[in-house]
């Protein structure tokens, strides 16, 4: 009896200070690591790569390509995440995957394009800009547009014109057996 009742008062315990435990101010630490995930893009890429599992889901070799390209992309190894375009466009794709696939991999491009091109200039930032957003709707047309006017505008590093050179060669969708 002795022990149910000890048991019961270190639950009852346990509980009241589980409750109370939410009104701790940690110094600010939650919002410390939620701006942090942000300022760094990790909820957008979170959601990166919720799309990209979702578009090759039930391909377990296109899967297994997706897991190591978002390694590149938490790590930052963009060069890298091109490479996963070429394996998982490779993977033996059914046509929905295939057409899940082309409505993420230019945001994946969009995502590259945002955390490597960041200019004094203003005009070359707002390129980048209306680039990644025409990346992120899928306009074709426009990205490529911009992309080429980028090129054209400023000095890239020999990293930025291999991700930009990258970026337009998988610009266009992705069609079956090819």
Same mark, same amino acid.
């Given at each position: 009896?002795?022990?149910?009742?000890t048991?019961?008062?270190?639950?009852t315990?346990?509980?009241?200070?589980?409750?109370?435990?939410?009104?701790?101010d940690?110094?600010?630490?939650?919002?410390?690591?939620?701006?942090?995930?942000?300022?760094?893009?990790?909820?957008?890429?979170?959601?990166?790569?919720?799309?990209?599992?979702?578009?090759?889901?039930g391909?377990?070799?296109?899967?297994?390509?997706?897991?190591?390209?978002?390694? !590149? /992309?938490?790590?930052?190894?963009? *060069?890298?995440?091109?490479? %996963?375009?070429? #394996?998982? &466009?490779? =993977?033996?794709?059914?046509?929905?995957?295939?057409?899940a696939?082309?409505?993420?991999?230019?945001?994946?491009?969009?995502?590259?394009?945002?955390?490597?091109?960041?200019?004094?200039?203003?005009?070359?930032?707002?390129?980048v800009?209306?680039?990644?957003e !025409? /990346?992120?709707?899928?306009?074709? *047309?426009?990205?490529?547009? %911009?992309?080429? #006017?980028? &090129?054209? =505008?400023?000095?890239?590093?020999?990293?930025?014109?291999?991700?930009?050179s990258?970026?337009?060669?998988?610009?266009?969708?992705?069609?079956?057996?090819?």
């Open positions: 009896m002795i022990r149910i009742k048991l019961l008062s270190t639950l315990l346990s509980l009241a200070l589980a409750g109370s435990a939410q009104a701790f940690f110094g600010g630490l939650k919002d410390k690591a939620n701006s942090a995930i942000n300022e760094n893009g990790g909820s957008e890429l979170l959601n990166l790569g919720k799309s990209i599992y979702s578009a090759v889901d391909n377990a070799t296109a899967s297994k390509y997706a897991k190591q390209m978002m390694g !590149a /992309l938490q790590t930052g190894k963009y *060069s890298k995440v091109f490479d %996963y375009f070429d #394996k998982i &466009k490779g =993977a033996g794709l059914t046509d929905s995957q295939l057409s696939w082309n409505e993420v991999k230019n945001k994946v491009s969009g995502f590259v394009m945002e955390q490597s091109f960041e200019f004094d200039q203003e005009a070359a930032n707002s390129l800009g209306k680039a990644v !025409a /990346l992120n709707g899928n306009n074709t *047309s426009a990205a490529s547009n %911009y992309l080429a #006017k980028l &090129k054209n =505008a400023v000095s890239l590093s020999s990293e930025q014109k291999s991700l930009l990258e970026i337009q060669a998988n610009l266009l969708p992705v069609i079956a057996g090819k």
